[in-house]
Protein backbone atom coordinates (compact mmCIF):
# COMPACT_ATOMS: atom_id res chain seq x y z
CA UNK A 1 0.00 0.00 0.00
CA UNK A 2 2.48 2.63 0.61
CA UNK A 3 4.13 1.71 -2.65
CA UNK A 4 0.58 2.64 -4.16
CA UNK A 5 0.91 5.72 -2.19
CA UNK A 6 4.13 6.41 -3.24
CA UNK A 7 2.92 6.25 -7.47
CA UNK A 8 -0.24 8.31 -6.32
CA UNK A 9 1.93 11.21 -4.86
CA UNK A 10 4.66 10.96 -7.78
CA UNK A 11 2.21 11.06 -10.31
CA UNK A 12 0.38 14.00 -8.34
CA UNK A 13 3.03 16.20 -8.10
CA UNK A 14 3.65 15.73 -11.98
CA UNK A 15 0.44 16.48 -12.96
CA UNK A 16 0.37 19.73 -10.93
CA UNK A 17 4.16 20.47 -12.55
CA UNK A 18 2.95 20.15 -15.93
CA UNK A 19 -0.70 21.86 -15.25
CA UNK A 20 0.99 25.03 -13.94
CA UNK A 21 0.71 27.71 -17.13
CA UNK A 22 3.77 29.56 -18.15
CA UNK A 23 3.39 33.17 -18.72
CA UNK A 24 3.03 34.22 -22.33
CA UNK A 25 5.96 35.43 -23.78
CA UNK A 26 6.23 38.98 -24.17
CA UNK A 27 6.30 40.30 -28.09
CA UNK A 28 8.52 43.30 -28.25
CA UNK A 29 7.25 46.36 -30.18
CA UNK A 30 7.40 46.77 -33.81
CA UNK A 31 10.39 47.88 -35.23
CA UNK A 32 10.96 50.05 -37.95
CA UNK A 33 12.85 50.28 -41.04
CA UNK A 34 14.67 52.60 -42.83
CA UNK A 35 16.59 51.91 -45.53
CA UNK A 36 19.82 53.05 -46.51
CA UNK A 37 18.56 54.32 -49.78
CA UNK A 38 15.68 54.32 -52.13
CA UNK A 39 16.24 52.24 -54.81
CA UNK A 40 15.32 53.10 -58.40
CA UNK A 41 12.03 52.22 -59.94
CA UNK A 42 13.62 49.65 -61.99
CA UNK A 43 16.81 47.75 -61.16
CA UNK A 44 20.08 48.20 -62.97
CA UNK A 45 20.23 45.98 -65.95
CA UNK A 46 21.42 42.42 -65.19
CA UNK A 47 21.47 43.19 -61.74
CA UNK A 48 19.41 42.96 -59.22
CA UNK A 49 18.77 45.71 -56.52
CA UNK A 50 21.28 45.77 -53.26
CA UNK A 51 21.91 48.19 -50.95
CA UNK A 52 25.25 51.17 -51.64
CA UNK A 53 27.31 49.43 -49.16
CA UNK A 54 27.06 46.10 -50.17
CA UNK A 55 29.29 44.99 -53.07
CA UNK A 56 27.76 42.41 -56.12
CA UNK A 57 29.51 39.88 -58.46
CA UNK A 58 27.88 38.84 -61.27
CA UNK A 59 28.61 37.99 -65.14
CA UNK A 60 26.66 41.01 -66.13
CA UNK A 61 29.76 42.99 -64.34
CA UNK A 62 32.65 41.02 -65.66
CA UNK A 63 31.19 42.40 -68.85
CA UNK A 64 30.81 46.04 -67.82
CA UNK A 65 33.90 46.27 -66.09
CA UNK A 66 36.01 44.51 -69.65
CA UNK A 67 33.95 47.07 -71.81
CA UNK A 68 35.33 50.22 -69.59
CA UNK A 69 38.86 48.67 -69.54
CA UNK A 70 38.41 48.42 -73.18
CA UNK A 71 37.70 51.91 -73.29
CA UNK A 72 40.41 53.46 -71.10
CA UNK A 73 37.67 54.00 -68.16
CA UNK A 74 38.48 51.32 -65.61
CA UNK A 75 42.16 49.99 -64.30
CA UNK A 76 41.03 47.13 -61.81
CA UNK A 77 40.73 43.71 -61.69
CA UNK A 78 37.98 42.54 -64.10
CA UNK A 79 35.99 40.46 -61.02
CA UNK A 80 32.60 40.79 -61.60
CA UNK A 81 32.43 43.05 -58.47
CA UNK A 82 30.50 46.23 -58.48
CA UNK A 83 32.61 48.03 -56.08
CA UNK A 84 33.53 51.58 -55.87
CA UNK A 85 36.40 51.84 -58.71
CA UNK A 86 33.31 50.28 -61.21
CA UNK A 87 30.99 52.58 -60.00
CA UNK A 88 33.55 55.37 -60.54
CA UNK A 89 34.21 54.01 -63.69
CA UNK A 90 30.49 53.72 -64.95
CA UNK A 91 30.03 57.09 -63.70
CA UNK A 92 33.08 58.69 -65.56
CA UNK A 93 31.65 57.05 -68.70
CA UNK A 94 28.30 58.36 -68.13
CA UNK A 95 30.04 62.04 -67.83
CA UNK A 96 31.99 61.39 -70.67
CA UNK A 97 28.95 60.11 -72.95
CA UNK A 98 26.36 62.77 -71.40
CA UNK A 99 24.24 60.28 -69.80
CA UNK A 100 22.76 60.64 -66.11
CA UNK A 101 25.89 60.30 -63.93
CA UNK A 102 24.93 57.72 -61.18
CA UNK A 103 27.55 55.14 -61.11
CA UNK A 104 24.91 52.46 -61.87
CA UNK A 105 24.63 51.00 -65.23
CA UNK A 106 20.82 51.18 -66.34
CA UNK A 107 19.88 50.83 -69.55
CA UNK A 108 21.07 53.71 -71.07
CA UNK A 109 24.74 53.52 -69.99
CA UNK A 110 24.08 50.08 -70.81
CA UNK A 111 23.41 50.69 -74.43
CA UNK A 112 26.29 53.37 -75.32
CA UNK A 113 28.73 50.93 -73.73
CA UNK A 114 27.90 48.45 -76.25
CA UNK A 115 27.81 51.55 -78.85
CA UNK A 116 30.95 53.12 -77.78
CA UNK A 117 33.98 53.03 -79.72
CA UNK A 118 36.64 54.80 -77.26
CA UNK A 119 36.74 57.73 -75.49
Known sequence: MTKA????SSTLA???????TTPAPTVAPEQTFT???QEPASAPVGSSATSATSIHHNAFMFQVQ???KK????EGEVDGANGP???AAVAHFQHDNNLKVTGVVDQHT???LKLS???
Open 5 to 8: ILVL
Open 14 to 20: LLAACSQ
Open 35 to 37: PIR
Open 66 to 68: ERL
Open 71 to 74: LGYY
Open 85 to 87: KTK
Open 110 to 112: DSA
Open 117 to 119: SGK
